[in-house]
Each structure stands twice: as C-alpha cells, then as structure tokens.
C-alpha cells in the first residue's frame, strides 16, 4: 500500500503566482480530507470530500482557495494568487466509509509552501 | 465532538512504557476517542481508537475508564522513534468529519 501521495513536496514561489498542490488517496477511499497545519493555528480542516463531492468548504480561508476531486485518485488544491500568510505545510489525508460508522483517516507527507 | 485535555510535554526512558493521559469529561455516548501522533516534519499517523472498551493494536493499548471521562494510550517498550506530538482527539461517528485537533502531548523519548 503505497500511502495518500502528495506533491510536490516542497513548493517556494513568490506572492501572486498560482499554487497547485495536488493529492491521490489511498485506492478505495471514498473520503479526502484538505488540512492546514501553522505554528499559529495548529492543524486546521480546509475542506472535504465525499464520494468525489465537496461535502464540508467552510474552512477554506478565502475565494483565493479551490479544491477539485474529478476522480476517486485525484484531488488538487490551488491557490491563487499566493500570500506570504499562506506559507505553511498542507496535509491530504484519506478514508474508507463504508457505513455511516467511523472511519479512520490515514495522513499523506504533506507540501510545505513558502510564498515569498 | 467533546474537548479533550492533555498535558502539554512528558518525558520518558527509552524502553520503558509511555502512558499518556487524556481527559475528556463531556463525551457522550457516540464519540470515538482517536489518538494520532505527529513526528516532526512528517504527516499525522493513526494509532488507535476505540469506544468505551480497551484496545490494543501492534502499536499501542487504549485504556478508557468506565465512565469514559478520561482514557490513556500505552506505548509498551518507547523507543527514541516515538518521540513526536501525540493528539487525543474525541470524534462522533455517523458522518465523514474532521479531525479536530487540539495541543497535543509532546512525547520526549529519553536515550
């Protein structure tokens, strides 16, 4: 089992490019998780998904944000344009509900940007 | 989902059993309580969960007090690759939801 796998792994752009983190989730998860982690504000949910459908945006931070799921193996997260508070390493995780029961979700390596 | 409180650092001796504790007073009856942990630089890992019995898995033992205020996760025999932030965090079931994660435990596994 190759993991949720995330890329790139580092990103350092200058303020107003365009930012494209992207994610695949483990293979059969029906569930991805956008999240932020800061030294200020710890981990925080962006946004998720279910079944490829946004469930859940409300901790998106502004319009400059936007996630896509066009598949099951696919989901990106862009930012644009890029703000220096923007810096900070963004975690897709993923998880397999096959009921409405709980379910775990399993972290990828995370993308630390840097926007200059 | 139900705050959980944690102490902030503990330390402990390389080969010897971590407890870690967690408080959680105002579960109700379909929250999960979760613990993740965080090795610096790297993405956050499950480790275990459970309901209102004990667990036990290949990394760690969940220990949830009978009222289920209150539970302790157990790493047997720590090793220096424990060292990392350790997150008690409480979830109800019944819908794909976040994780909330809260200050968490730094773990320092002493040589």
């Known amino acids: 089992d190759a993991g949720v796998i995330q890329s790139p792994r580092h990103e350092v752009t200058e303020m107003g490019q365009e930012v494209t983190l992207r994610c695949k989730p483990i293979?059969?998860?029906?569930?991805l998780f956008w999240y932020r982690q800061t030294m200020m504000r710890g981990l925080e949910l962006l946004i998720y998904?279910?079944?490829?459908?946004?469930?859940?945006d409300s901790g998106m931070p502004e319009d400059r944000f936007s996630a896509k799921m066009p598949n099951a193996s696919f989901s990106t997260l862009k930012i644009q344009p890029s703000e220096p508070r923007d810096s900070a390493v963004y975690f897709c995780?993923?998880?397999?509900?096959?009921?409405?029961?709980?379910?775990?979700?399993?972290f990828g390596p995370g993308t630390r940007l840097t926007v200059l | 989902d139900a705050k959980t409180t944690q102490p902030p650092s503990m330390d402990c001796a390389e080969g010897r059993a971590a407890n870690l504790p967690c408080n959680h007073s105002?579960?109700?009856?379909?929250?999960?309580v979760y613990w993740y942990r965080q090795i610096h630089s790297q993405g956050p890992q499950y480790i275990i969960h459970?309901?209102?019995n004990n667990e036990t898995n290949e990394m760690a033992s969940l220990i949830i007090t009978e009222d289920r205020k209150s539970s302790t996760l157990i790493l047997p025999h720590a090793t220096l690759r424990d060292t990392a932030v350790y997150y008690c965090?409480?979830?109800?079931?019944?819908?794909?939801?976040?994780?909330?994660f809260g200050s968490g435990t730094q773990l320092t596994v002493l040589p």
């Open positions: 995780a993923s998880s397999f509900r096959p009921s409405a029961s709980t379910d775990t979700q399993y």
């Open positions: 293979s059969g998860h029906n569930s």
């Open positions: 998904f279910n079944n490829n459908v946004p469930i859940d």
């Open positions: 105002t579960i109700s009856g379909n929250e999960y």
């Open positions: 459970g309901l209102k």
């Open positions: 965090i409480v979830r109800a079931s019944g819908s794909a939801r976040q994780l909330t």
